[in-house]
T-cell receptor, first 116, second 115 residues
Framework: AQKITQTQPGMFVQEKEAVTLDCTYD???????LFWYKQPSSGEMIFLIY??????QNATEGRYSLNFQKARKSANLVISASQLGDSAMYFC?????????????FGKGITLSVRP | EADIYQTPRYLVIGTGKKITLECSQT?????MYWYQQDPGMELHLIHY???????EKGDLSSESTVSRIRTEHFPLTLESARPSHTSQYLC??????????????FGSGTQLSVL
């Protein structure tokens, strides 16, 4: 079974509007971490936001916020006020097995295109 | 901005050649990773290291090998490249966050094409 599921096809959003990128996860660990990374066409992976499973509040980093719904096992990324530079692939990832053995598992990614 | 560097950025080689992909970081991070990514697909972990003299295989079987003689350096070697090795290779290092989590910093990647 997939650990991280990103099923949306390519997403389109108008510049300055908000967009939500979906991510669901599957784990039996009580302690885990959720991450979103951005990959522009240049290829590098850029860290955007992190949510720990015990965090009570949803994480926010500037225009990025993570809508964490633990019971539904979802960790959707919300980008507010989209900019042309937000056009990229976005990957959701989960860390299980905390401490030295921790590893990240990535989803298949979602392509976001911002229209002017 | 992350201080992790990969060279070369692009590499086109013939079948059977031995190649080494370089990865260096100046952040003093102990843990480092190599991921393989096909176009438009997810990242697959192929190797990681907890620190000097530590190397571990990842989730995806790979014919490559790695070494970690110095903290800052984590090269990946293919003894005999094949067309099936054509892919993007991403190196990363991590710093610890709370709750045992890590934040990964990635290099720009090496796009390898084996003819």
């Amino acid at each position: 079974a997939q650990k991280i599921t990103q099923t949306q096809p390519g997403m389109f959003v108008q510049e300055k509007e908000a967009v939500t990128l979906d991510c669901t996860y599957d784990t039996s660990d009580p302690s885990y971490g959720l991450f979103w990374y951005k990959q522009p066409s240049s290829g590098e992976m850029i860290f955007l936001i992190y949510q720990g499973s015990y965090d009570q509040q949803n994480a926010t980093e500037g225009r990025y916020s993570l809508n964490f719904q633990k019971a539904r096992k979802s960790a959707n990324l919300v980008i507010s006020a989209s900019q042309l530079g937000d056009s990229a692939m976005y990957f959701c990832a989960m860390r299980e097995e905390g401490g030295a053995n921790s590893k990240l598992t990535f989803g298949k990614g979602i392509t976001l295109s911002v229209r002017p | 901005e992350a201080d992790i560097y990969q060279t070369p950025r692009y590499l086109v080689i013939g079948t059977g050649k031995k190649i080494t992909l370089e990865c260096s970081q100046t952040m003093g991070h102990d843990k480092m990773y190599w991921y393989q990514q096909d176009p438009g697909m997810e990242l697959h972990l192929i190797h990681y290291s907890y620190g000097v003299n530590s190397t571990e295989k990842g989730d995806l079987s790979s014919e490559s090998t790695v070494s970690r003689i110095r903290t800052e350096h984590f090269p990946l070697t293919l003894e005999s490249a094949r067309p099936s090795h054509t892919s993007q290779y991403l190196c990363a290092s991590s710093e610890f966050l709370g709750q045992g989590d890590e934040k990964l910093f990635f290099g720009s990647g090496t796009q390898l094409s084996v003819l």
